[in-house]
């Protein structure tokens, strides 16, 4: 097995174990996949992360397949990323076909029900470690439009009511901006 092969291997088992381990969604998995593929194996940069988060979350489909198609193509091509879907995908499918099965007989159980609510507090505890671990990366860049935006864009859905379509768009487009009149300025400075 060559050195791409090697990499689809542990792109796979590694997908696969935190597919099967974590509950909650694609919030749930990015920090793991963060801490797997970032601080651990170095195949991806910080910042790498924090972009594939972004388009991850920005883009259709569950959060975690996104994360995961990312992660594996920028390791390993369209092998990786087939390599770490497939991984991602398989627990889930496979648990869902299983509780589907089994929930006739569970739903009404108190037992299931106490679980499930333990469940959903680990859950948002984890939610609440992205947040604060991403804005820490994206607000510690000094990074004026971000302090702006993030509780403007907050503020927009939370409050006004404003559809998160039109945020995304709108912040995606400012930060464009904000890109272009950056090179244009350091390309003025430069002369």
């Not at 991602?88 to 499930?116: G, K």
């Not at 907050?154 to 559809?163: D, Y």
């Amino acid at each position: 097995m060559g050195r791409k092969g090697r990499k689809c291997a542990v792109l796979f088992l590694s997908t696969l174990e935190l597919s099967a381990c974590t509950f909650g969604g694609g919030y749930v998995i990015v920090p793991l996949i963060r801490r797997k593929f970032v601080e651990k194996l170095r195949w991806i940069q910080e910042q790498e992360m924090l972009d594939i988060a972004a388009i991850a979350q920005s883009a259709p489909g569950a959060v975690a397949v996104n994360v995961s198609l990312l992660v594996g193509y920028r390791a390993a091509g369209l092998a990786g990323a087939l390599a770490a879907v497939a991984g991602t995908v398989l627990p889930p499918l496979v648990i869902l076909s299983a509780v589907a099965v089994c929930y006739q007989a569970v739903r009404d159980d108190p037992a299931v029900e106490l679980v499930m609510r333990g469940i959903l507090a680990g859950v948002a505890a984890i939610i609440c470690d992205v947040v604060i671990t991403m804005a820490r990366e994206v607000l510690g860049e000094g990074n004026r439009l971000a302090w702006v935006l993030l509780p403007g864009a907050f503020a927009a859905v939370r409050f006004a009511g404003i559809n998160i379509v039109a945020v995304l768009f709108t912040c995606g487009a400012l930060g464009a901006l904000d890109a272009v009149l950056r090179r244009k300025g350091e390309k003025g400075a430069g002369k």
